[in-house]
């Protein structure tokens, strides 16, 4: 079974904070992404990463970093969390080319 | 520019009701087309992958088909347990997925 793990299910963060949610999958897919997903909007990605040491801006990037120093492993950075970053955040990994992406549980993050 | 639909929005089964969702896309090309099922709260579960026109993929009480512009994905005698919100992605030629806004089935006992 593929598994993707995202290291928190809840997060309650204060504004200003520097906020890490990290992600690791077992399939040695070279595929990793972070959506967020927010009622109305459906789910939008942030940034992407097609192999180690690489990352791709997505749809809506700003205010956001990542790091993928290990192939299992993606980080999302949040350098300064702002209330409008409260969201569902969802991390998925896949096989290079046209195949299915696999999501973890998701973090559900809220900024005061 | 890509874009996926998916109707309705909302669907109300009775149990034993069968039905269907409808996923419409417009893209420049189809590399494939991936259903998922997402519980509330959770990361949504994959379902099927369809890549051409005909194709046609089934689990349990599930069947997805495909065709050039849409794609279904029918209920077949649905159960409480089928209650959840199911999304449509596409991936275009060169792209990363474009996902549509879901269809929340809630199935009635």
């Known amino acids: 079974d593929v598994k993707v793990t995202q290291s928190s299910r809840y997060l309650v963060k204060r504004t200003g904070e520097k906020v890490f949610l990290e992600c690791v999958q077992d399939m040695d897919h070279e595929n990793m992404f972070w959506y967020r997903q927010d009622p109305g909007l459906g789910l939008r990605l942030i940034y992407f990463s097609y192999d180690v040491k690489m990352k791709e801006k997505g749809d809506i990037p700003e205010g956001y970093s990542v790091s993928r120093e290990k192939k299992e492993r993606f980080s999302l950075i949040l350098e300064s969390a702002s209330t409008n970053q409260t969201s569902m955040y969802l991390c998925?990994?896949?096989?290079?080319?046209?195949?299915?992406?696999?999501f973890g549980q998701g973090t559900r993050l809220t900024v005061v | 520019e890509d874009q996926v639909t998916q109707s309705p929005e909302a669907l109300r089964l009775q149990e034993g009701e069968s039905s269907s969702l409808n996923c419409s896309y417009t893209?420049?090309?189809?590399?494939?087309l991936f259903w998922y099922r997402q519980d509330p709260g959770k990361g949504p579960e994959f379902l099927f992958t369809?890549?051409?026109a005909g194709e046609e993929k089934e689990k349990e009480r599930l069947k997805a088909t495909l065709t050039k512009k849409e794609s279904f994905l029918h209920i077949t005698a649905p159960k409480p347990e089928d209650s959840a919100t199911y999304l449509c992605a596409v991936q275009p030629y060169g792209q990363n997925f474009v996902f549509g806004p879901g269809t929340r089935l809630s199935v009635l006992p």
């Open positions: 998925a990994s896949r096989f290079q080319g046209n195949t299915e992406a696999f």
């Open positions: 893209v420049s090309g189809l590399r494939g």
């Open positions: 369809l890549y051409s």
